[in-house]
């Protein structure tokens, strides 16, 4: 019980340590927390529209990450990281197949005519990652580049539509 109450006492005295060696660090961010907090009182639509563009360059960078661990752990182990890439690989077919889906829905007034070709190709992400799921382990030798192939396909097809719906909105009706 004594190794214990030392432990939890010298654990007490390095995070007091710490937090005295850079008290100045923490000063500054409740500073900046009260600033950014008042602004986001007074003007909320400013701060919503800055925090979705923080979570979209979050999730831009989490992707960017993601897949340089991945090409990297390719190329140094093809096959050891096969079946644990596969386990990836549908889990990003439904990430990317229910955020299509939503977005498809999210703009189908904005985009009329092209967002059905974003719909299908959420759908077509879950039955994707549904089929390489269902079909484990003997799915990882050769699903991931047919898959990610026609995952591209699809959806490059699919930016591509909206792409050029979106190049025909007007900036009066896109405001409405």
Partial sequence: MSISKVEDDALRLAIATSLHEHWVF???EG??????GAAALIVPAVATLAVAIFLGWLWSLTSAVLAIVVGVLLIGWPIA???????LLVAFFLIEGVASIMFALDHRRELSAAWGSMLASGIVDLVLGGLIFAGLPSTAAWALGLLVG?????GGVALIAMALRARKI????AAI
């Fill in 26 to 28: 923490y000063l500054v």
């Fill in 31 to 36: 500073i900046v927390l009260i600033g950014l």
């Fill in 81 to 87: 990281v096969a079946l644990p890439l596969t386990f």
């Fill in 150 to 154: 026609i995952n591209m396909v699809l």
């Fill in 170 to 173: 007007d900036q009066i009706s």
